[in-house]
């Protein structure tokens, strides 16, 4: 996706709601993770995204996409990569969840919204109420968008 403020104050979005459950997945052994990648145990790597996201989410709204990457050499920290499907009412996102040694990030692959607003800011509104309709607990206020510079 190709960056600008609403893709950042998106990913900002998404980020804020899917912390809880990188950290549940950062609990697990990074050599389980990075064995059922390379050997494509898909299923299983599955089954632990979605009862990590579980604690968090209501059930089937983050989901493992079509798998993911890891990144382990002799020099560096492994690096886990997981591609999630997050689907409240009315949008479908897809992000890559990063997962490292002291930090994750995420990063939105694709979003699509049921029915779009011609206006982005609406769009952006209308993802932080679907997720905020899904979760177990409260959003963080940072989830107020604001102005930009230069915006």
């Known amino acids: 996706m190709k960056p600008s403020f609403q893709s950042r104050d998106r990913e900002k979005i998404i980020a804020d709601a899917l912390w809880p459950v990188a950290s549940e997945l950062r609990m697990i052994d990074v050599a389980d993770l990075i064995s059922m ?55 479908t996102i897809y992000v890559r969840l990063t997962l490292e040694h002291e930090r994750a990030g995420v990063e939105i692959s694709h979003i699509t919204f049921d ?19 899904v979760v177990y607990r409260p959003l963080p206020g940072a989830m107020v968008i604001g102005a930009h510079p230069g915006a």
């Open 37 to 91: 990648l390379r050997f494509e145990r898909h299923a299983d790597l599955s089954d632990l995204v979605a009862t990590a996201a579980e604690l968090f989410f209501l059930p089937g709204i983050v989901t493992l996409g079509i798998g993911g990457d890891y990144a382990l050499d002799w020099s560096g920290e492994p690096k886990i990569v997981l591609d999630l499907e997050i689907r409240p009412a009315g949008v």
């Open 115 to 133: 029915d779009p607003a011609c206006d982005a800011a609406t769009n952006t509104s209308f993802l932080v109420e679907a997720l905020a309709s």
